[in-house]
């Protein structure tokens, strides 16, 4: 590699959004059975961090654990509650949209605070929506959406010096819509989520 002039890629540290006991922690209900038969059935979040000429932007999605699709995302340039509670009003309203409500939903995280606040439990049970989250420590428990986080820095955040924080966010957000719509995967029978997702809508109608 260093004849040829090559360097591989090296993923930053990963953002912890653990602070400690600020709240209830729920038990690992996912316990890392990561199929899915149907949309809406799994989901699985966390927050992932970039970091630009000093300045940071945070991106929380949420990820249909059936086809491996974006169902709902937030960028902000601080990781607070009201990013966490935007993306779930985007969520709860795709959901309502696929005519999905009455599916008891897993939504799996680890157990950063924005995830043990009782307002955001109360959010999930007011939705129908069950609660489940890794074991302190324990990446693996939500290798899913990690996955996601590691695709979409080595496909796009690594591959480009950026100048601004908004340069990034318009590239995230192209970047998002590509991954749905266009990137074809193996597990999904060379199909994009989108169209897998569509696939599946057809075949069951």
């Known amino acids: 590699m260093k004849e040829l002039g090559h360097k591989s890629v090296i993923r930053a540290k990963k953002y912890k959004s653990f602070k400690g006991d600020i709240g209830k922690a729920t038990e690992n209900v996912l316990n890392r059975d990561f199929n899915a038969t ?6 699985a979040t966390d927050v992932t961090e970039f970091n630009v000429k ?9 990820i249909d654990l059936f086809n491996g699709e974006i169902i709902s995302y937030n960028l902000s340039t601080s990781p607070n509650y009201q990013q966490i509670l935007d993306m779930l009003n985007k969520a709860f309203k795709r959901r309502k949209k696929d ?4 599916i008891e939903t897993i939504l799996h995280s680890d157990q950063g605070w924005q995830y043990r606040l009782q307002r955001y439990q109360n959010k999930l049970m007011d939705n129908n929506i069950k609660q489940s989250m890794s074991r302190k420590g324990n990446c693996l428990d939500n290798a899913i959406i990690e996955n996601f986080f590691g695709v979409l820095k080595s496909e796009l955040f690594y591959l480009k010096k950026y100048n601004s924080i908004l340069e990034l966010t318009q ?6 819509k590509y991954y749905n719509n266009e990137r ?6 060379g199909m994009s989520p989108v169209e897998y997702r569509a696939h599946y809508i057809k075949k069951i109608a």
């Open 38 to 43: 149907k949309p809406h059935q799994k989901w």
């Open 54 to 62: 000093g300045s940071k932007l945070y991106l929380s999605p949420i």
């Open 99 to 102: 005519k999905a409500t009455d």
């Open 184 to 189: 074809i995967r193996i597990n999904l029978n």
């Open 171 to 176: 590239e995230i957000k192209q970047y998002i």
